[in-house]
């Protein structure tokens, strides 16, 4: 498999690419804003829930940082599996 310099899929084998390029580009975007604006919701409402002392929601507002977090990860997962698919395809 070819290394690229940019972290953006290979769009060149594919019919279409235009359209692809801005569709996969868009909910990347979407999943990337939504992941950092959970996260921060989550961070404020978990240290106004500990210094309140309401353990309860501590433990949900924690359990949404790591899921913002796992978002995340697997939205920078999916440009990366979009590139081996691409590459994949172009050798099938």
Same mark, same amino acid.
Do not use: Y
């Given at each position: 498999?070819?290394?690229?310099?940019? #972290?953006?899929?290979?769009?060149? $084998?594919? %019919? /279409?690419?235009?359209?692809?390029?801005?569709?996969?580009?868009?909910?990347?975007?979407? $999943?990337?804003?939504?992941?950092? %604006?959970? +996260?921060?919701?989550?961070?404020?409402? &978990?240290?106004? $829930?500990?210094?309140?002392?309401?353990?309860?929601?501590?433990?949900? $507002?924690? /359990?949404?940082?790591?899921? %913002?977090?796992?978002? /995340? #990860? +697997?939205?920078?997962?999916?440009? %990366? &599996?979009?590139? &081996?698919?691409?590459?994949?395809?172009?050798?099938?």
């Amino acid at each position: 498999m070819a290394t690229q310099a940019a #972290a953006r899929p290979d769009f060149g $084998a594919v %019919a /279409a690419a235009s359209e692809l390029e801005r569709v996969i580009g868009a909910l990347l975007t979407i $999943a990337l804003v939504t992941a950092v %604006a959970l +996260l921060i919701v989550c961070a404020i409402t &978990w240290a106004i $829930a500990v210094s309140a002392g309401s353990w309860h929601t501590v433990a949900r $507002a924690r /359990a949404g940082v790591l899921v %913002a977090i796992g978002g /995340a #990860a +697997l939205t920078g997962g999916a440009l %990366a &599996w979009t590139n &081996w698919l691409l590459d994949t395809g172009t050798s099938i």
